[in-house]
C-alpha cells in the first residue's frame, strides 16, 4: 500500500503554527490552505450532515490528507470527534491516512485516556506493513509539534508491534524511544524482553536492558527475571549470579521470581549445590522460599540422580505446608525405584496421598 507522506499542520488559536515538511509552501497555496481547514473544521463540528458535505466536488477533490492532519489538531480538545470524523473518511471516502495522521490521533486518545480506540487505530497502521524507523518518526514529530504531555502512544507502539508478532519491530522502536529520552514504562520493557525470550533473542534481551537502566527506566522483578533467564539459558552462570547481585546493590525491586528463575537455571545446568546455597541465601534478603522453589531444587536433585538429597528437600517443603506437583513425586519415586528403594519409594507415596496430591500408580 502507498504511505502518503505528512506534509504540514496547522494548529488552532490555542497552539501554534507548524509545518510537517522542510519544503515552504507560497504565501497563496498557505492562506488556500488555511481556509479549507477552517471549513473543513466549520463542517466537522456543525450540524451538517458529513456526507452531504464531502459530497461537494469541491470539497472531495480538494481534500489531501495533510488537510486532514491539520484538522485532528484543531480538534484535540476533543479527541472523539477526531475519531468519528477520521473513521469516516476511511469507511466511507474511502480516504488513504498519512501516518502521521494516524500518530496524532493515537496521542490525542491516548491523552484522554481512551486507550481502546487507540489500541485498534495501531492494530489498522500495522497491517499496512510501513517500516518501524518511519511509523516511529511519524509518532515522534507529531508528538513534539504537538507538545503531547504522554510518552504512553509510543508504548502502545511498541505493545502493538508485540500482539502483531513482530518482536523485532517493536526493539527497533524502543531503540528509538530510548535515543530520544522517551523513556518507556516498566510493564513495556517487561513485555518486549519476554517477547525477546520467546524467540531466543537472549543477547538482544540483556542489551536492551542496559541500554534502558543507563537512561533511567527502573526495571521490576519480572524485568530483571528475563535477563537471568537469558544469562541462564546462554549458560553464563558466573554472569548471571553477578548480575543478581548488581541488581541487590542497585537496590531494584527484586522478588522470589528472579531467584526462582536463578535457581531453574542452575539446576538446569547441573549446577544444584549452587542453587540450594541460592535458597540458603533467601532469608537474607528478606524472602522465603516458595512452591515453586522447592520443586525446581527437588527435580534438580533428580537431574542429578541425588534422589536423597531430594528426599530431604521433599519432606521439608511438606513440613511447610507445600503441596507438591505431580512430576516432583514422580520424579523422586521412580528415581528411588531404579535404586532400588523400594519401601521409600513406597512411602513417598502414602505420603503423597496424605497431602492430597492425586494417585500415581506405584
Request: proline share 2%.
Amino acid at each position: 500500500m502507498n504511505i502518503t507522506l505528512p506534509r504540514r499542520v496547522l494548529l488552532n488559536n490555542h497552539s501554534f503554527l507548524r509545518t510537517f515538511s522542510s519544503s515552504p509552501l507560497s504565501k497563496l497555496e498557505d492562506q488556500n490552505d488555511t481556509r479549507f481547514v477552517s471549513l473543513l473544521s466549520d463542517i466537522v463540528r456543525g450540524n451538517q450532515s458529513w456526507k452531504l458535505a464531502f459530497n461537494d466536488p469541491s470539497i472531495s477533490s480538494t481534500l489531501r490528507p495533510h488537510h486532514v492532519e491539520q484538522l485532528l489538531i484543531r480538534t484535540l480538545d476533543d479527541s472523539k470527534l477526531a475519531l468519528r470524523f477520521f473513521n469516516f473518511l476511511g469507511l466511507h471516502k474511502s480516504f488513504n491516512h498519512s501516518t502521521t495522521s494516524f500518530a496524532i490521533l493515537v496521542h490525542a486518545l491516548v491523552h484522554q485516556k481512551l486507550f481502546w480506540p487507540a489500541n485498534s487505530l495501531l492494530h489498522t497502521l500495522l497491517l499496512r506493513g510501513s517500516e518501524p524507523k518511519f511509523v516511529f518518526s511519524c509518532f515522534l514529530d507529531s508528538h513534539r509539534k504537538c507538545k503531547f504531555l504522554s510518552n504512553l502512544g509510543f508504548d502502545l507502539l511498541v505493545q502493538s508491534y508485540l500482539q502483531n508478532r513482530r518482536v523485532l519491530d517493536a526493539v527497533v522502536v524502543a531503540k528509538l524511544m530510548l535515543e530520544n529520552k522517551l523513556l518507556p514504562e516498566v510493564r513495556t520493557l517487561s513485555a518486549l524482553l519476554n517477547g525477546l525470550l520467546r524467540i531466543r533473542r537472549f543477547i538482544m534481551v540483556l542489551e536492551l536492558f542496559d541500554e534502558s537502566v543507563n537512561v533511567g527506566v527502573r526495571p521490576d522483578s519480572y524485568t530483571c527475571s528475563a535477563v537471568i533467564r537469558s544469562l541462564c539459558d546462554l549458560k553464563d552462570f558466573s554472569k548471571a549470579k553477578e548480575k543478581v547481585w548488581w541488581m541487590e546493590v542497585n537496590k531494584f525491586d527484586l522478588s522470589i521470581v528472579t531467584y526462582n528463575v536463578l535457581i531453574h537455571g542452575l539446576c538446569k545446568g547441573d549446577r544444584v549445590s549452587e542453587a540450594v546455597e541460592v535458597k540458603r541465601s533467601l532469608s537474607e534478603k528478606g524472602l522465603k522460599a516458595d512452591l515453586v522453589t522447592y520443586c525446581t531444587l527437588v527435580l534438580g536433585f533428580c537431574r542429578v540422580q541425588q534422589f536423597e538429597a531430594g528426599l530431604q528437600l521433599f519432606n521439608e517443603m511438606i513440613e511447610l505446608g507445600f503441596v507438591p506437583s505431580e512430576a516432583v513425586v514422580s520424579g523422586l519415586v521412580d528415581g528411588l525405584r531404579k535404586q532400588g528403594k523400594v519401601d521409600d519409594a513406597y512411602n513417598l507415596v502414602v505420603q503423597k496421598g496424605e497431602v492430597g496430591c492425586r494417585d500415581i500408580l506405584f
